[in-house]
Antibody, heavy 122, light 113 residues
Framework: QVRLVQSGPEVKAPGSSVTVSCKAS????????ISWVRQPPGQGLEWMGG????????NYAQKIQGRVTITADESTSTSYMELSSLRSDDTAVYYC???????????????WGQGTLVTVSS | DVVMSQSPDSLAVSLGERATINCKSS????????????LAWYQQKPGQPPKLLISWASTRESGVPDRFSGSGSGTDFTLTISSLQAEDVAVYFCHQYFYSPFTFGQGTNLEIK
């Protein structure tokens, strides 16, 4: 059974940082990658970036590059997404997702975590 | 960035009738070397994460009812629900995973008429 369990909701002040974790089933990182996708309330989906853990180098959306850091700890099957310099428009549900890998490249997302609501408010 | 444009934004269909959702990409997502289209369809119900229905434009995922089908190639794609059931009420998204940054359509809200 595929499991992606994310950390709990966060409330953060503008300008601060947040880290969301995503614990995957053991062995996930051997064959799969991880993407992070966010969804503002009532809106669509935005891909933030992803990582193929066996390769190690993350790939970020240029729009958010410089504020986001995605890592993967193979020893604990956990991925982390850190977002800095938070603004009110960063308020969203943040999802981690398992990604099929082909020739070391991320392809289709096949399973999603339950989501983590991050609220940015003063 | 590759723009994914879905139509319509909202759709109301009677139970048992066909529902058709279109998705157009601003660039072709067909990889000519493999003849694979890097296009997926997801279903999202309120308060839930998206669920993968179709990958590679037309491959139905295991466990997805066969009333769901995907078609198209290059820049134009379609998700068809052949006979709408009550449990199909949801928002549907297309998604291209060929070009980074990967992008999603804006979503189509499917309701019962």
């Amino acid at each position: 059974q595929v499991r992606l369990v994310q950390s709990g909701p966060e409330v953060k002040a503008p300008g601060s940082s947040v880290t969301v974790s995503c614990k995957a089933s053991v062995g996930t990182f051997v064959k799969y990658g991880i993407s992070w996708v966010r969804q503002p309330p009532g809106q669509g989906l935005e891909w933030m970036g992803g990582i193929v853990p066996i390769i190690g180098s993350p790939n970020y959306a240029q729009k958010i590059q410089g504020r986001v850091t995605i890592t993967a700890d193979e020893s604990t099957s956990t991925s982390y997404m850190e977002l800095s310099s938070l603004r009110s428009d960063d308020t969203a549900v943040y999802y981690c997702a398992r990604v099929l890998v082909s020739n070391h490249h991320l392809t289709v997302i096949d399973y999603w975590g339950q989501g983590t609501l991050v609220t940015v408010s003063s | 960035d590759v723009v994914m444009s879905q139509s319509p934004d909202s759709l109301a269909v009677s139970l048992g009738e066909r529902a058709t959702i279109n998705c157009k990409s601003s660039q072709s997502v067909l990889y000519s070397s493999t003849s694979k289209n890097y296009l997926a369809w997801y279903q999202q119900k309120p308060g839930q994460p998206p669920k993968l229905l179709i990958s590679w434009a037309s491959t139905r995922e295991s466990g997805v009812p066969d009333r769901f089908s995907g078609s198209g190639s290059g820049t134009d794609f379609t998700l068809t629900i052949s006979s709408l059931q009550a449990e199909d009420v949801a928002v549907y998204f297309c998604h291209q995973y060929f070009y980074s940054p990967f992008t999603f359509g804006q979503g189509t809200n499917l309701e019962i008429k």
